[in-house]
């Protein structure tokens, strides 16, 4: 079946430092892809999404690329913040059809 | 104004209890969903209604039963509570069940089971 695989975590940089979470996925069709970010003691909230190969979406400093060809779609950040600090969640949905999210991947940025 | 919205934040409980958690959306979607959240994080739905309908229902114990009044409320009533209960229950709410369109989430409700 469908499924999503993010890098363990948890991920620990320093602050400045660049940001890679991987995350691949397996699908029969054509997904939308998602990065859903949770910080301390509140829900998920979209951070970024991609709805078709070769997308590319960003938010905050933040980017990822639909790649269908490695069926990836890894985040990315040049510069992190300790405010980065938080739960990261990739995720694959189609159209009439339940989300399925990976397992989460815990960043923590030190000052 | 709160897009989602949970009640209560916290809640804790003895086993064999019956409790209900709400939820309510303001944004005029038609899907909410129910997701319970472990203490590793990992994230699993449990039920997403459509304009008061059932379209997801997973494999949770019948202990579990979800009730939408309305589109704009998802209620989870949880029938004789178990040790394993214990979690942080999201509610989310999207335009509709297709793809491109973003789940919005409440702020979590933590339910421990004494």
């Known amino acids: 079946g469908d499924s999503v695989t993010q890098m363990e975590g948890p991920v620990t940089l320093s602050e400045e430092a660049f940001l890679t979470i991987n995350c691949t996925y397996t699908?029969?069709?054509?997904?939308?892809l998602f990065w859903y970010v949770q910080y301390p003691g509140e829900g998920l909230q979209l951070l970024l999404k991609?709805?078709?190969?070769?997308d590319k979406g960003s938010n905050k400093g933040f980017e990822a690329t639909y790649r269908k060809e490695t069926t990836s779609f890894h985040l990315e950040k040049g510069s992190v913040q300790v405010s980065d600090s938080a739960v990261y969640f990739c995720?694959?949905?189609?159209?009439?059809?339940?989300?399925?999210f990976g397992k989460g991947t815990r960043l923590h940025i030190l000052p | 104004d709160t897009a989602v919205s949970q009640t209560p934040k916290y809640l804790v409980t003895q086993m064999g209890n019956d409790k209900s958690i709400k939820c309510e959306q303001n944004?005029?979607?038609?899907?909410m969903y129910w997701y319970k959240q472990d203490s590793k994080k990992f994230l699993k739905i449990m039920f997403s209604?459509?304009?008061?309908?059932?379209?997801i229902n997973e494999t949770v114990p019948n202990r579990f039963s979800p009730k939408s009044p309305d589109k704009a409320h998802l209620n989870l009533h949880i029938n004789s509570l178990e040790l394993g209960d214990s979690a942080v229950y999201f509610c989310?709410?999207?335009?509709?069940?297709?793809?491109?369109?973003?789940?919005?989430f409440g702020p979590g409700t933590r339910l421990t089971v004494t």
């Open positions: 989310a709410s999207s335009q509709d069940n297709w793809s491109s369109y973003e789940q919005y």
């Open positions: 699908a029969t069709g054509y997904p939308s």
């Open positions: 991609a709805t078709k190969a070769d």
């Open positions: 995720a694959l949905k189609y159209r009439d059809d339940k989300i399925i």
């Open positions: 944004l005029g979607h038609d899907t």
């Open positions: 209604y459509n304009n008061k309908e059932l379209i």
